[in-house]
Structures are given as structure tokens and as C-alpha cells.
């Protein structure tokens, strides 16, 4: 969601896929930040896009469409952040620096997959029918991981996703009357999966990291102890974790894909923290991600934890 509502939005899709034209403007809202005497103002700023073609075929070029816009979207959102900030640049890059640093960089995403447990328990509208009744998995499946496929990102966080549809629905690939509509992810990416030890779906997070750049050298898991009297003394949920090497650079990465839920789950977010801190000399490098159930206004420091 924070990342969505940093990006822009879908509206007004209603009237996009309850027309019958043959062509239909969708609106796509972005919001803007500008920064006043370090008073951040936002204003909205809305984005036609007009898709042609027949019905059955228009939903697909509005996912391609919104993919680009965003991709172009998020790259400025990222160019402007790293620029505004201070702590993040503490001198102005030359351009054989920035050469350096775009020929070892690689690409990080994070997605809630939305376990049709949950969806079917709060009736979340993109995750049921439109009877509102029974999920949708069994669609959203095939577009998940085409998305996937096309993005080619080097390594996803996943959060929200059992181990079966993992191995089944979204790793491998799809077929149809022998004929081959998706390669197989599973020939591209190592995965680490960790399955929440209480939670009510059983579902859990992911690390999807792409075989051509890395190599897996271990698995983890961290869990956070339950919060909640009816799981006293157990584990509610967890993060998976990955240590890899790159191999174009040979430094050593942990990955980690979170979904913290304060609510019952016993500081989650500080559980992490403490195994990164304690492993930190083990890598050169840390990423993690997911969902947080909140947001955030700076980076974590250097040093992972609070000094006593």
C-alpha cells in the first residue's frame, strides 16, 4: 500500500470494465511532493490513458500500459529521493561513478500476493469473485506470475504466499493443450520460502533471487514470538532469509522478505533487526522488505539497533 499510494493509483476502473466500447479512457492518479521550505505539500496529478481493442483483449493492454507508466513513475520517484537526501549522498557523484554504480546495481521488488484465506475473511475486492463469495486465486495466479516473468526482476520479497502455491501456482509454468503459455520460474530463480508457524492460512514469505546474478549460499528463518494469550509461549510469524553472493560484484548479501503484524505478533520488527545485527558481519550488504503495516520516514541508521 505505501508503496502504491508513493506511485499513483487505478481509478475509475468500474467504467473501464463494465463498458461496452471498443475503447475506454482509464484514469491513473499520481501523486506529487514538493518540498517548501522542507514542508512536504502533495497534489495529485491525473493521468489519461486510452486503451483500444476488444474487450477480451483490453484488459491485458491496460496492464501492459500501467506497467510502463509506473516502471517510468517509480524510476523518477527513486531518482528524486536519493537525490533529496542528504544522508543518502554525501558527495555529488561523477559520472564514472554513476557508471560504476549502474553496471553493479541490480533490482529489488516486494509484493503481497494476498492469501485467498484472507481475502475470502475481509472480502477484499481484488481477491473474490465478483459474487464477492469465493477467491479468485485461480485467476490472479497466472497473471502474478506473468507479471513476474515480465518484470525479470533480480529478486522478490513475497509475503502472503503458502509453500504449495508457490511451488504449484506461481514457480511453474503454464500450459495449454501442450502448448507452452509461461516458462517455468523455478529454472530462474532459487526460493526460499518460510511458512508463518501459527498463523490462521498457514501461508507465508518468500525470497525469489535470480540464478544468472546470485548464488544461494543459505537459507534462515527468523520468527517473532506470539503476542496473543491463546498462543502463549509459541512463535505467531516469521521472515525468510537468504544469504547470497553476487556473482558480478563477489560481495555477500542478506535478503530478508518480512510481514510484520504487531497485532499479534511480539515486536516483530525489532526480532529482525536483532538477527541483522548479529549476522551483519557476515555480508557486505543488507536488503529487506515487505510488508510493514506501516510507514516509514527515514532509513534505519547504520548501526541496526538503538545504542542501549
Given amino acids: 500500500d505505501t508503496e502504491r499510494n508513493e506511485i499513483g493509483g487505478l481509478i475509475d476502473n468500474k467504467r473501464f470494465f463494465n463498458s461496452k466500447w471498443a475503447s475506454n479512457c482509464v484514469i491513473i492518479e499520481v501523486p506529487r511532493r514538493h518540498d517548501k521550505n522542507n514542508d512536504i505539500e502533495m497534489e495529485t496529478e491525473e493521468i489519461m490513458v486510452f486503451i483500444h481493442g476488444t474487450p477480451d483483449r483490453k484488459p491485458r493492454q491496460l496492464l501492459e500500459r500501467i506497467e510502463k507508466h509506473l516502471l517510468s513513475s517509480w524510476t523518477r520517484h527513486c531518482e528524486r529521493a536519493v537525490l533529496a537526501s542528504k544522508n543518502s549522498l554525501p558527495y555529488e557523484m561523477s559520472p564514472d561513478d554513476e557508471k560504476i554504480i549502474c553496471s553493479r546495481s541490480f533490482t529489488v521488488g516486494t509484493y503481497n500476493l494476498l492469501h485467498p484465506t484472507y481475502a475470502e475473511k475481509y472480502l477484499t475486492v481484488e481477491g473474490v469473485t465478483k459474487s464477492g463469495c469465493f477467491s479468485n486465486w485461480s485467476y490472479r495466479a497466472p497473471a502474478i506470475r506473468q507479471m513476474l516473468q515480465s518484470a525479470s526482476l533480480d529478486v522478490y520479497l513475497l509475503q502472503e504466499v503458502d509453500k504449495y502455491q508457490l511451488q504449484h501456482d506461481i514457480l511453474e509454468g503454464c500450459f495449454c493443450d501442450g502448448e507452452i503459455l509461461s516458462l517455468s520460474l523455478r529454472d530462474a530463480y532459487y526460493c526460499v520460502h518460510s511458512t508463518h508457524p501459527t498463523r490462521e492460512a498457514h501461508d507465508g514469505v518468500a525470497i525469489l533471487c535470480s540464478k544468472s546474478r546470485f548464488v544461494l549460499e543459505k537459507e534462515d528463518m527468523v520468527a517473532y514470538d506470539a503476542k496473543l494469550d491463546e498462543h502463549h509461549g509459541m512463535k505467531y510469524m516469521c521472515a525468510a532469509i537468504a544469504h547470497v553472493r553476487d ?48 510507514e516509514y520516514s527515514q532509513a534505519n541508521p547504520p548501526r541496526l539497533l538503538p545504542s542501549a
Fill in 247 to 294: 556473482k558480478l560484484t563477489g560481495l555477500k548479501i542478506i535478503l530478508a522478505s518480512v510481514h510484520f503484524y504487531p497485532k499479534k505478533a511480539l515486536h516483530p520488527e525489532q526480532t529482525l533487526l536483532r538477527y541483522l545485527e548479529e549476522h551483519k558481519t557476515e555480508c557486505d550488504a543488507i536488503i529487506w522488505g515487505g510488508d510493514c503495516n506501516k
